[in-house]
């Protein structure tokens, strides 16, 4: 039914677009179950979240989204920290129709701006997991990796901000690095 | 001495696993922000001058303001005058000021504050505001969780004050002392997590040390605690407390602790 109605946008939609339908988050900072647990019921308190199912062996959680709820990633990562601990890895899967990326582009889904980092130029079709770099969503020695791939200045403050003036920007809105 | 450091060389080269929820001291991590926790302390203390145990009873609610701040108020009670009853009142506060993690380690510091209020009578030279004595201690943790072991430490400074219904702090004794406390946990159960639901069982080993300033006084004490946790969620933990070094007139030199804790996301 899912294939079907996949098979169906295809066919309709001309337009590109794309949607979040869930994501792999992996926590850092714990090891003992009670703190897993405090992670699983801070995430299941974030409103666009349908469903969890958690791996306390390592520390990962598979997010389902809810259908037609905007996806807000600060939002995931609050209800991390606010258990106490961090996001080491968000990996968010995402359904493309005909969506062109390249490096330091810009692309909206589903209400939020995706800045894409250290990609080639292609078009996406079909499920692909993207992972978000921003600080605080990944180590921080992953981030001063990614850190030396850009001089952009919104990589550093998760803004616009006039290094993404090729992009229709509204400055100081929140966008999301990342990479596929 | 020698079994202790024996005892902890074991649990350095053992292959373990650790936990961090101590029985006797508390780890610079916080709980979960706005969450809520019910304890219920029962200590069997050994009354050195009377030889004879004294109950206490420290009903406490803990509170996480937000990820950084967790608040405490505490109820103490006592049957050391033979007679069960009221004794004082405890709040604590921790702030966790460094937070660095990784995936399965991470290390903290954390900053906190006790003021207690006693109303008991004060004979003993040892000081301690969480059952004893009125007065405030501000001190420092930081918790290592490295490779799946937990180390804990902590420093801090203690003074006391006059207790209330006029039990005076004697003026021959120094009302200031320096704690210092050193913790390892250990999880025994579940070897491999599946889910929430297994039940948790952790071996703790402490040690507890004061120090009276202006006086050549000390003692350092062990305290081994084994730890139950179920549902992810309640606690139940059985401790031990005793003297292996130390020169101090004390209330207590060992003693016994049960506590239960459950913790309401």
Redesign the interface.
Known sequence: MKNIFLASLLLIQVNSFAQFTNADL?A???????C???I???LEKVSFVESIT?D??T?TYKIQFKKDVAVNFDDLKKAV??????V?VLKVNTLFNNVKIENDSHIQIAGNTLHFMNVKQQTLNGYKMITIVDKNFI??KDFKKYEKLTTLKCYQTGKMDNCCSKAAITKSERIYHSTI | MKNIVVLCLLFFTSKIKAQELFVYTEPASNMPAKSVGLRLSNNWMNDDKANRINYFLLPEIMWGVNKNLMLHAEMIASDRTRKFGYEGWSLYGKYRFLSKDGVHNHFRMAAYARVSSNNSHIHQEEIEINANNSGYEVGLIATKLINKVAISASSSFEKANNNANNNKFPITHSNKAINYTLSFGKLMLPKSYDNYKQTNVNFMIELLGQSIVDRNKAYLDVAPSIQFIFNSQSRIDIGYRKQIAGNMIRMSSFGYLIRLEHLIF
């Open positions: 992996q850092s900072g714990l090891t003992c179950s009670m897993s647990k405090a699983y019921k801070s958690s306390i062996k520390s920290t606010d258990a106490g601990f961090s080491a180590p921080t």
